[in-house]
């Protein structure tokens, strides 16, 4: 076969840097969210009326003077529900629209008021007369365990091994808990919901969610009609990192009965503190641990506990508490093991799903037992930590404890790499030396490594649609059932596209994920968009290419292999036809040019109750060595130095995925610094704004900031292009802060004690820690 | 006397007039809902994300500024005589690119792209003033703005690669200057204004004699300088204000007055306009000043308003009465001038008479040996409300401690200087025992509470350690640091 050569590459190929697809629009304030569709004569505004009390019986509810306030147009309550008063997420049946008999977290909706104006909506919402018989309630884990209230679901263990016995017969042997906070989503957009009512039973809803088959599927479940009924769209929304997941579908509901009840359109946004006071966040935990280990710092075995808050109802607990053990060993072999999750009720919101969705605490559990081992012996956390990591295939330190082989681990190689290229071992003497000194500014320095596991654990999840049509003007309309909320899943899905043909970027239109057009979609969760829908839009690419083939090779007599395409052309034998003259002539001769593709991820499953499987399909591995600067007099601190290093296999657009290793380790490090939530003895957020609710901001970035791609690294399995997936991984690269900020407390007592910094380590934790030291030193 | 009754300003290109203005009508509400300016975006209506930054262009004594504000806290009736620009008057003919877009786009600065037109707007008033700035001068113009996806890295580059893609001096808000000055020129009013319905109105003194009219003809008026918290008692609380005083425009409200002794503050002047004058005056509050809100909150807010807003976390007021300083306060009886820290009677209640509006503050200059500190603790660095402001000022002579003013925020119920702090240093030796001392009398001083943003214990502890701070900072023996640098 003759090789036609390929001079020139296409705009926008797979592994290219390109930029985000709307990032002209961004800039210019031209990209639309929800809440900037031009809305139709007649919208009206709806706002929820919610609890005041933590728990309680709902005695009366008297809605009157909300009914009178100016400009309100109607009031929805449950009797106005016309399915099921029901929006959990895993069926459950535990998370109503709005509770009849029982309120169960401060904050939480009871009724919507429909109005003519936001502001008269929101204003008519306070009014409500709710007659309550307080009950006694439980803010956190402990407490509410303490008080005998319910798990919201089954718990889950993993065990291998014999955990007794590793425990009693290691040489070292020592017991501890930390404590890792919860965190706020912050996306910059809140929730917002926009429903258009149509004939029948028809409803179109335009908002904010990471999942919307689900959104679609809960509208037509609370309204009591098919999902054939619904349609749930997205453009665009303005972050979501797990928050959008599911707690959306309050919003599309009430939007939904709203607009169908009155006819008109309705929209629905609540303002940032309802937003945070009325939506579930990343879950605390409460981790419990015993550890045994030898005289080198090896593990021999690990029990631990996870007790997570998850608010009122399940909502996803169940599996981010699963996904919390499932990463409790991190990068490390535990020989014998034992884990057990407690999702705990409580009354608080319902927590939910947030980028590394429950993983993340998993990890600070290993690292926190990585430093325990370390202080004990006297060690550097970095020699403890290698000591301990995965072995490679064959050498029996591979097996996980739900019973996976560990077969792609570069973990050795990205931190021994990190390990030159941060200089680590020079600065962390250079740092002993100088905080030896004994000043009042001391300094730590942390390397800390991240194994994380890539698939939806609900094993049904991994699966997804796309849809492409060649128009026969040669233009390309790329749909896909993942949802665009800032990573650049559309731009990597439509390099994907464009490779596949052979053609420029700029041919292809990105559209709005809809549920007319790819149905029973998955939630953009899990870090799978790329990996689902890249694959599923190439699925649709390969069908479209073999009729092409199959239509160029009978039109010229040629056989198929001498057909090929590229760039913006295909050639056919000898001849060569641009990509759109080539399409108008299969167009002409009936050649179908669209198709539906699909894609379901290979080789995993999970049997819980059996705590053994495959639930991951590959591991995404990392590395960051972080070094910080503390003020012993006032707990200040100040990140002086990050360097990374992240392996994202075959990249499909390096720029981007460094924007999200960037973008994810700020969002960690903040996580385990500055963001708290803090609760009122009443069950009341008081941290519900960026006012009183503080995420990192661009003077709290490290002062020196290296963020490096493992550009050797390749997805052993079979994933889109070789890439990896890349958003919740790199989120655990900010526990070097935590431990940086550690080492530098540490130092105060000369290393002699593990200071067990409870996350998030605020300047008020640092410094009680120091102080806890010094007295205790 | 004569009145007004619309609200006249520059809205991008076009001049609008607008009769009826509600007194809480928010500038972004009207942007986006009124004007269908959909650029710039509502994250949390209370200035503390920077989704929804606007410039805003104002005549200062002739001449045109523009500076960034929060339209969602901004009110519109406020703005009289100004020009509004959004995010939709940057891309030039043809929608080509502004510099400023150019480089974030070039260098990925928007992922969720929510925030990015508010990052724009940022940049682009950094820009204009200052084309090539330091990171540290970056990070400062974007304190006010928050981005959850990028990590900010991006946008710290492209802010820094700006200049490459054009010179301010093309710039069309450059070249438009003499033209926009006289269109606002012709905007001004000669008549006080009144607008807005009954329960909802908005009032706009001509001067400040006919301030002093307004507040006898109605005691109970909001007086609103900056909004950047009365805007929050709107989106965040509902709370009924009319009617609504604005002073904002009041020129002789902006006097910035040096002399050998004193520094004098009109009560209208915002904490960027104070800066310079600060930085010289008292060196010692350079960084401080820094660190108070963001700057778009810097650009609205004014020291007069942080001080008659009576907030114990207020920034402003420790380290003013640790200066010694003075209010003086105007009303159309007259005026009077009492020291700052008697001003702050209890929570929520402040020296102030029906009538009584604060007119400037008096900052006494430092005194030869004086040695002052300001000292602010939060969660996070930037743009955060102090769990505990310090400003501590403190006369040695011959080596012994003549005199020692001790004030804290965050404290107690209102700013409150430390008297028993302050007695045990005085007559004391410039030495670390005297201030270990100090930091143990200042239990008998404070008894703070917890809350969400430090427990009472942290209060203490941190508070008894900034004495000791303050003597290390100034002991001219200590080689090593020990604060934090800045930068």
Redesign the interface.
């Known amino acids: 076969m003759k090789d036609l050569g390929n001079t020139t590459e296409i705009k926008g190929a797979a592994h290219q840097d390109l930029?985000?697809e709307?990032?002209?629009?961004?800039?210019?304030?031209?990209?639309?969210?929800t809440?900037?569709i031009?809305e139709p004569a007649g919208t009206l505004h709806a706002y929820l009326g919610v609890s005041t009390v933590a728990h309680a019986n709902i005695r009366g509810m008297d809605l009157s003077r909300v009914r009178a306030a100016p400009g309100v147009v109607d009031v929805l309550t449950a009797d106005d529900i016309p399915g099921v008063n029901d929006v959990s997420p895993t069926g459950k049946h535990d998370e109503p629209v709005f509770p009849t008999e029982k309120v169960e977290f401060h904050g939480q909706p009871l009724f919507a008021v429909i109005a003519e104006s936001r502001d008269a909506a929101?204003?008519a919402a306070?009014l409500a007369d709710v007659d309550y018989e307080v009950l006694p309630h439980a803010l956190d884990a402990i407490s509410a365990r303490d008080a005998g209230m319910p798990m919201v679901t089954d718990p889950l263990k993993l065990e291998r091994g014999d955990v007794e016995s590793g425990l009693a017969e290691a040489p070292h042997r020592l017991q501890g808990r930390v404590v890792v906070g919860g965190q706020d989503?912050?996306?910059?957009?809140?929730h917002i919901a926009f429903a258009i009512p149509g004939e029948d039973d028809d409803v179109v809803v335009h908002c904010s969610t990471q999942h919307p088959s689900e959104a679609q599927h809960m509208v037509s479940h609370v309204l009591g009609v098919p999902s054939n009924a619904v349609v749930v769209n997205v453009r665009?929304?303005?972050?979501?990192?797990g928050g959008k997941e599911s707690q959306m579908n309050l919003f599309c509901a009430v939007a939904a009965l709203g607009a169908k009840k009155l006819n008109r359109p309705v929209k629905i946004r609540p303002?940032?503190?309802q937003d945070m006071t009325a939506t579930g966040k990343r879950h605390d935990f409460v981790i419990d641990y015993d550890l045994g280990f030898d005289n080198e710092g090896r593990i021999e075995a690990v029990e631990s506990q996870f007790a997570a808050r998850c608010g009122y109802s399940s909502d996803l607990s169940g599996p981010v508490t699963d996904r919390a053990l499932f990463h409790a060993d991190n990068a490390y072999f535990y020989p014998n093991v034992r884990l057990t999750s407690c999702p705990q009720k409580t009354n608080t919101v319902s927590n939910t799903a947030f980028r590394g969705f429950g993983g993340p605490h998993g990890v600070v559990a290993a690292e926190r037992m990585i430093e325990e081992i370390a202080y004990a012996l006297g060690k550097d956390p970095l020699e403890v930590r290698k000591a301990n990591f995965y072995g490679q295939p064959g050498d029996s330190r591979t097996l996980t404890p739900y019973h996976q082989e560990v077969e792609d681990n570069v973990i050795g190689r990205i931190v021994e790499e990190l390990e030159e290229s941060s200089d680590y071992q020079a600065r962390r003497a250079a740092i002993i030396a100088e905080n030896t000194?004994g000043?009042?500014?001391r300094r730590g320095i942390a390397l800390t490594p991240v194994k994380f596991g890539i698939s939806f654990t609900a094993t049904w999840y991994n699966q997804a649609g796309a849809l492409i049509h060649i128009y026969n003007d040669g233009s390309i309309h790329l749909n896909h059932g993942g949802t665009e909320?800032?990573?650049?899943l559309n731009t990597k899905v439509a390099q994907v596209v464009a490779e596949a043909f052979q053609v420029d970027f700029d041919r292809i239109k990105i559209t709005k994920t809809t549920t007319e057009k790819v149905p029973n979609t998955s939630a953009t969760a899990a870090s799978s968009g790329s990996d689902l829908n890249g694959m599923a839009a190439l699925d649709a690419c390969e069908q479209i290419k073999a009729r092409l083939v199959k239509f160029a090779a009978e039109s010229r007599g040629v056989a198929e292999s001498a057909v090929r395409f590229g760039p913006n052309q295909i050639r056919i034998g000898e001849e060569v036809v641009e990509f759109a003259t080539f399409i108008r002539e299969a167009y002409m001769a009936r050649v179908h040019l669209s198709a539906a593709g699909f894609y379901k991820t290979p080789k995993i499953h999970w049997d819980r109750a059996a705590g053994k499987g495959r639930p991951f399909y590959y591991y995404a591995y990392g590395a960051s060595c972080s070094e910080v600067?503390i003020?012993t007099?006032?707990?200040?601190?100040?990140v002086e130095r990050t360097d990374i290093l992240h392996d994202v296999g075959r990249s499909l657009n390096p720029?981007?995925d460094k924007?999200q290793v960037?973008?994810?380790?700020?969002?960690g490090m903040g996580w385990l610094t500055?963001e708290?939530l803090?609760w009122d003895k009443d069950g009341r957020l008081?941290?519900h704004?960026?006012?009183?609710y503080?995420?990192?901001?661009?003077?709290?970035?490290p002062?020196s900031?290296n963020?490096k791609l493992a550009d050797w690294s390749e997805n052993r399995e079979m994933t889109i292009k070789r890439s990896k997936a890349v958003g919740e991984p790199p989120f655990m690269l900010g526990i070097s802060v935590l431990e940086a900020l550690s080492m530098a407390v540490a130092s105060v007592a000369d290393y002699r004690e593990c200071p067990r910094l409870e996350a998030p380590a605020?300047?008020?934790r640092v410094?009680?820690a120091v102080?806890r030291l010094k007295a205790g030193g | 006397m004569a009145q007004g009754h619309d609200i006249r300003f520059l809205l991008n290109g076009v001049e609008k007039r607008v009769s009826d203005v509600k007194a809480t009508l928010t500038l972004l509400d009207y942007l986006r809902l009124d004007q269908r300016l959909t650029g710039s975006k509502e994250g949390c209506a209370e200035g503390d994300c920077g989704a929804c930054t606007v410039l805003v262009g104002r005549l200062h004594q002739g001449q045109l500024h523009y500076e960034t504000v929060n339209a969602c806290i901004r009110f519109l009736a406020s703005l009289n005589g100004c020009h509004i620009v959004t995010i939709e008057h940057l891309s030039g003919p043809q929608g080509r690119l502004h510099p400023v877009q150019e480089a974030m786009v070039d260098y990925h600065g928007s992922q969720c792209g929510f925030c990015t037109p508010g990052f724009v707007m940022s940049l682009y008033a950094l820009w204009m003033s200052n084309p090539e700035p330091s990171v540290q001068e970056v990070e400062t113009a974007i304190q006010g703005n928050l981005c959850r996806c990028t990590g900010y890295e991006p946008i710290v580059k492209a802010a820094m690669a700006v200049t490459q893609y054009g010179s301010p001096a093309h710039d069309h808000l450059v070249r438009e200057r003499t033209d926009v000055t006289a269109r606002l020129m012709a905007l001004q009013p000669s008549a006080r204004i009144v607008t807005g319905p009954e329960d909802d109105r908005a009032i706009l003194p001509l001067d400040v004699a006919d301030l002093a009219q307004v507040l006898a003809e109605n005691p109970k008026a909001t007086i609103v300088a900056g909004s950047t918290d009365v805007g929050l008692w709107v989106t965040k609380f509902m709370r009924p204000i009319s009617p609504v005083v604005f002073i904002t425009h009041l020129e002789e409200l902006k006097s910035v007055e040096v002399t050998e002794e004193a520094l004098t503050l009109g009560a209208g002047v915002t904490y960027s306009e104070s800066e310079a004058a600060i930085r010289a005056a008292f060196p010692h509050l350079g960084d401080y000043w820094d660190r108070i809100a963001g700057w778009q909150v810097r650009n609205m807010g004014t020291i007069g308003g942080n001080i008659a807003n009576g907030s114990p976390i207020g920034d402003t007021p420790p380290v003013l009465i640790a200066l010694g300083a003075e209010v003086v306060l105007q009303s159309a009886r007259g005026s009077r001038v009492l020291p700052l820290e008697d001003f702050f009677i209890d929570y929520g209640k402040q020296d102030r008479e029906a009538g009584d509006f604060v007119a400037a503050i008096r900052i006494p200059r430092a005194k030869p040996g004086q040695m002052d500190a300001a000292y602010k603790i939060s969660k996070r660095r930037d743009e955060d409300i102090s769990s505990v402001a310090a400003g501590i000022s403190v006369c040695v002579t011959d080596g012994v401690i003549t005199t020692a003013r001790i004030a804290f925020g965050g404290m107690a119920a209102t700013p409150k200087r430390a008297a028993t702090a302050e007695a045990a240093l005085v007559g004391q030796p410039f030495a670390a025992a005297s201030f270990d001392a100090a930091a143990v009398a200042l239990g008998q001083d404070f008894t703070p509470l917890s809350d969400w943003r430090a427990s009472a214990d942290y209060r203490m502890t941190v508070a008894a350690n900034l004495l000791r701070r303050f003597y290390l900072e100034q002991d001219s023996t200590q080689g090593a640091p020990v604060r934090l640098a800045i930068a």
């Open positions: 930029k985000h709307s990032a002209i629009k961004q800039v210019q304030g031209r990209a639309d969210y809440d900037d031009l929101r204003r306070e989503h912050m996306y910059l957009e809140g665009r929304m303005g972050g979501g990192f303002d940032r503190d000194k000043g009042i500014i909320m800032g990573q650049g600067s003020d007099l006032t707990g200040e601190y100040r720029i981007l924007g960037e973008g994810a380790f700020i969002q500055t708290e803090w008081r941290t704004a960026p006012s009183t503080k995420i990192p901001l661009a003077s709290d970035r002062r900031f963020v605020t300047p008020e410094l009680m102080e």
